[in-house]
C-alpha cells in the first residue's frame, strides 16, 4: 500500500493545513501497515526468511514513506516534522496538535496525536522527568501546575514535551510567545499524557 501524494489532490487543497482528523486517518493508515510486517515477521521467523531486524527495517521503511509523503505537503500544510535521538518521529499542526512515532527495541508503536507541544531546554528536562515518573503527581503538580513554563524554540538539542491525550477531556493552558501556563484541574490527564521526549536529533521540516 503506497500513500496519496499532494500531487493528488487540488491545488487549492494543497494549500490547506492538515486537520487533526486528516491526519488520524495518516495515522491508522500507517498502524495497519506496521501491523502487516509485524504479522507477517511473525510466521515467516519460522522458516528463516525474516529476522527480527528485517522486521524492524521493513518498519522504519514505512514510516520513512510517510514522512516523506507528509513532508511533501509543504510547510502550509504542517507545521513541523522532526526526530529525536532515540529515532522517534514527531509530526506538528498548524493547530498546535502533536503526533509522536515512538522508536523501541522492537520498531515503531503509534501514540496519540497530543494536543500541544512545546520545547525545553536539558535542565528542564531533567526536573519534569523526575517529577513525571520519580516522585509522583503532588510533585508533578507543584512543579508544573499554573507554573509559568519557559518556551525554547524548535531547534536541535531541545527536548519536545507533550501532553493532553485525544482521547480524555482537553488540557486548559494559556500560552504567549515565551511560555504557556498549564491550569487544567484535571490533573490526571495532565499527569498521564505529559511525556518529556529525547533531544531533538533533526528538524526535517
Known amino acids: 500500500m503506497r500513500f496519496s501524494t499532494a500531487e493528488s489532490l487540488p491545488a487549492q487543497e494543497r494549500k490547506k493545513p492538515i486537520t487533526f482528523f486528516e491526519l488520524q486517518q495518516k495515522r491508522s493508515e500507517l498502524e495497519?501497515?506496521?501491523?502487516?510486517?509485524?504479522?507477517?515477521?511473525?510466521f515467516s521467523v519460522i522458516f528463516n526468511i525474516y529476522n527480527d531486524g528485517k522486521i524492524i527495517k521493513d518498519q522504519e521503511a514505512a514510516c520513512q514513506e510517510m514522512i516523506d509523503e507528509l513532508k511533501s505537503k509543504g510547510k502550509e500544510r504542517l507545521k513541523n516534522i522532526f526526530t529525536t535521538e532515540d529515532g522517534s518521529y514527531y509530526i506538528v499542526?498548524?493547530?498546535g496538535e502533536c503526533w509522536r512515532i515512538?522508536?523501541?527495541?522492537?520498531?515503531?508503536?503509534?501514540?496519540?496525536i497530543d494536543q500541544k507541544v512545546f520545547y525545553i531546554d536539558d535542565q528542564k528536562a531533567e526536573e519534569y522527568n523526575q517529577a513525571h515518573?520519580?516522585?509522583?503527581?503532588?510533585a508533578f503538580q507543584e512543579l508544573v501546575l499554573n507554573k509559568y513554563l519557559v518556551k525554547q524554540e524548535i531547534a536541535k538539542g531541545v527536548h519536545p514535551v507533550t501532553f493532553g491525550l485525544e482521547d480524555l477531556p482537553a488540557v486548559d493552558y494559556e500560552e504567549t510567545d515565551e511560555a504557556l501556563v498549564i491550569k487544567s484541574v484535571r490533573d490526571s490527564n495532565v499527569y498521564a499524557g505529559f511525556n518529556v521526549g529525547k533531544k531533538i536529533e533533526q528538524i526535517i521540516q
Open 32 to 42: 495497519k501497515k506496521l501491523r502487516q510486517i509485524r504479522t507477517r515477521g511473525k
Open 102 to 112: 515512538e522508536k523501541n527495541k522492537s520498531g515503531y508503536e503509534m501514540k496519540t
Open 133 to 138: 515518573s520519580e516522585k509522583g503527581l503532588a
Open 93 to 95: 499542526l498548524h493547530t
